[in-house]
């Protein structure tokens, strides 16, 4: 009996110094304006997970910070836990204007002396504005996609607040003293590991590439603004990215809530030729128009206008190509009159908005 008794002691002493070895719990406390937001537990020291992410009202959230006067922000990746810890939230009060703090305060990395291509940074200069998040830049070939955030689109289809954008990101770039471009850096091409999954170029051939508007990261400041989708999970700004989109859509503004003045506007029943005669007064606006199909190349058809012999250019990557058939008069509508470097044209074509009238008619000599 009591050799049993002492065998039982023994197994109990090990398995409580056994668990007196295992990593202990620790209590992380997350505070917001002096007051206990949340408290979750974890196994020190492992690196946190599951942290809260604060939507409040009428206020921006900056980050968790170790300290009170918020010198030092919490790194998901790297910071562990070996005792209990309180983290604190850095917040800024948002009163109606919206504001660009991450933007504000990102750093644009060395430049001087590089070159994008083969540096992976370097400074540009502008050639052409395309889209929200597309730029040509001289001497590059290949036009430049933004990383890590998506705009409303103007091209192929017209998306609310996709001309906010373009007009931003052009009037940047032209106002800009300095232009500089980044690769997210990627080994396979030279530049230093940070992400091995993001590379130097991306659908069509285009670049991708970060975009410095006299230190002002454009890609961030679009998302911050609520006129792109930030998809930033591999970046090197990734959490300056996910709180960005997280505060713009706290307010509501733009993409996230606001309808764009120019999706209020009422479609017109108009003609090609007084599109062509009042450019600027059809500018930017929905209209109803027919017109025979004259010639297809790739994704633009030239529409005629058979009255007056003027004819107008038609983006149409959206719709099957056995409609776009030269010699078919058609009516399309909802369309969007805009133009592509200087060339007036209608896009945002859609299927059910495009109505083939008759086939096969004979198109006009010049």
């Not at 409303?152 to 052009?170: H, I, K, L, R, S």
């Not at 996230?256 to 479609?267: N, R, V």
Request: hydrophobic share 35%.
């Amino acid at each position: 009996m009591l050799k049993r008794i002492f065998v039982l002691l023994v197994a109990l002493s090990i398995g409580l110094t056994l668990a007196a070895c295992g990593d202990p719990e620790i209590d992380v406390e997350f505070v917001v304006d002096g007051e206990v937001y949340d408290t979750r537990t974890f196994e020190a020291p492992d690196t946190l997970t599951g942290f809260p992410t604060p939507t409040l009202e009428d206020t921006y959230f900056l980050g968790w910070y170790h300290d009170e006067d918020y010198t030092e922000r919490l790194d998901y990746e790297e910071d562990t836990f070996e005792t209990d810890a309180t983290l604190y939230a850095r917040t800024l009060p948002y009163e109606g204007e919206l504001l660009t703090p991450f933007t504000d305060e990102v750093e644009l990395p060395d430049y001087e002396g590089k070159s994008f291509p083969e540096d992976g940074i370097g400074e540009v200069e502008l050639q052409s504005c395309i889209d929200g998040d597309t730029t040509r830049f001289v001497g590059l070939g290949d036009s430049v996609r933004y990383l890590h955030m998506d705009a409303p689109e103007t091209t192929g289809t017209v998306e609310p607040w996709g001309f906010e954008a373009d007009d931003f990101v052009c009037e940047a770039l032209e106002d800009a003293d300095t232009i500089v471009l980044q690769h997210e850096p990627h080994p396979e091409y030279g530049l230093p590991d940070v992400h091995p999954q993001v590379g130097p170029t991306g659908s069509y051939g285009r670049h991708l590439a970060y975009v410095w508007a006299d230190g002002r990261n454009l890609n961030l400041e679009l998302v911050e603004l609520g006129l792109g989708e930030a998809s930033a999970a591999l970046s090197m700004y990734a959490e300056e990215f996910r709180l960005a989109e997280h505060n713009a859509a706290m307010t509501g503004r733009h993409i996230h809530g606001e309808t764009d003045p120019l999706f209020e506007q009422e479609t017109q029943e108009t003609t090609i030729s007084s599109i062509r005669d009042d450019r600027e007064g059809y500018m930017r606006t929905f209209v109803n128009v027919e017109g025979l199909i004259t010639s297809v190349d790739d994704d633009n058809f030239t529409l005629l206008d058979e009255t007056t012999g003027e004819s107008i250019n038609v983006y149409s990557p959206s719709v099957g190509g056995w409609r776009v058939t030269s010699g078919n008069r058609i009516r399309l509508e909802e369309v969007f009159v805009t133009e592509y470097f200087g060339t007036i044209q209608l896009t945002n074509l859609k299927q059910d908005y495009f109505e083939v009238l008759e086939e096969d008619v004979e198109i006009p000599e010049d």
